[in-house]
């Protein structure tokens, strides 16, 4: 399987019964038992297989034969936030790193272990020189980061703020000067990579701009030109100074929708795919979320965001389906909404064959 064990799987399908789909597994090739964890990461793979065959077949069984080695299956079972919780309270970094999560990504750590990874935690005095070891305020990040490299997985780094569902808006707004908020991040990245101001060398490669600035006003209370121009100067900013890094966005809360069968970007990916291409921008991945009962629509809406990106010449760009779970709304009383509240994500590439 790839994912630290020595499981590997031949999958094969047989699409001539479409009535009732099967999963047939053809036993172990060697005479150990599983442990625990090894069982929900074997549930993993298979659930991700599930994820992009039901988008295509109404039914089908599929057969793995574990005596018959094929391959290594990529890893999908990434996750959002870091094992601190709720303000270090509770520390999860054994059982995440029994996990073998392959990364997690750095957004909404406010919630619930709050004055981490945002800007305005690292930088409080927005108007100072970033050029300054002593502007910035690392401490708080710097624990919570160690406990995220003790699971063992990469790190997706969001530079932004985390979502605020009061009316009170403090932190979401467009930054007064997009050249010294990229500045701003230009110090983050030289502290956690380069060792800079007490830092480390982490050599954290994903950099993510800003979180769902069409999640209005929850995320973003400014324009979609006021987020075009935060990610050209960030994004520049960056690929100048660390051409190694890999940069994207917009981590977009709504992608599009499908109308008769057919899926239809929304108008804010249409306007920030042409804003990138028109201005000759770095976009190494694009970021993009869903939360859905119904599983084949991420497959459906990957390979469709993946022949868009296409389409605007972004034949290289990473796809990155980085935040999803089971359901839309998350404030249901049961024990759905419940489910969904754990804000489970995926942050790697997915690019279905």
Known sequence: MGLGTRWNFLPMIDTSNEATPMLTILGPSVKSVPSAV????????????????????????????????????????????????PGGLIDLTESIRDLRPPSIRLHDCHWPYPDVVDIHTIFPRFEADPRVPA????????????????????????????????????????????????????????????????GHRWNIRYWEIWNEPENRPAMWTGTDED???????????????????????????????????????????????????????????????????????????ARALRRLLDDFGFTATESHLNEWNYLPNFFTGNWEGLACSTNTECPRPITPP
Not at 47 to 75: I, K, M, N, W, Y
Not at 237 to 258: E, F, N, Q
Not at 276 to 290: A, N, V, Y
């Open 135 to 198: 502007h910035y305020d690392f401490a708080r990040t710097d624990a919570y980061l160690e406990a995220v490299r003790r699971t063992g997985a990469d790190m997706v780094y969001r530079l932004g703020e985390s979502i605020e569902h009061d009316p009170t808006k403090k932190h979401v707004h467009p930054p007064k000067d997009a050249d010294q908020w990229a500045a701003i991040g230009l110090g983050i990245i030289r502290h956690y990579n380069e060792g800079w101001a007490g």
């Open 38 to 85: 090894e069982k929900i990461l074997f549930a993993c793979g298979m659930l991700s297989l599930a994820f992009f065959l039901t988008a295509d077949l109404a039914a089908q069984e599929l057969r793995v034969d574990l005596g018959s080695p094929a391959g290594t299956f990529r890893a999908l079972h990434g996750l959002n936030k870091g094992p601190l919780s």
């Open 227 to 301: 987020y075009f121009r935060l990610y050209r100067a960030t994004a520049r900013a960056i690929k100048t100074r660390y051409p190694h890094l890999k940069v994207g966005g917009p981590a977009v809360g709504h992608s599009g929708d499908w109308k008769d069968g057919v899926f239809r970007p929304s108008a804010f990916v249409i306007r920030f795919l042409s804003f990138c291409r028109e201005q000759s921008l770095p976009l190494d991945f694009f970021s993009w979320h869903g939360y859905t009962a119904d599983p084949s629509e991420y497959s459906r809406k």
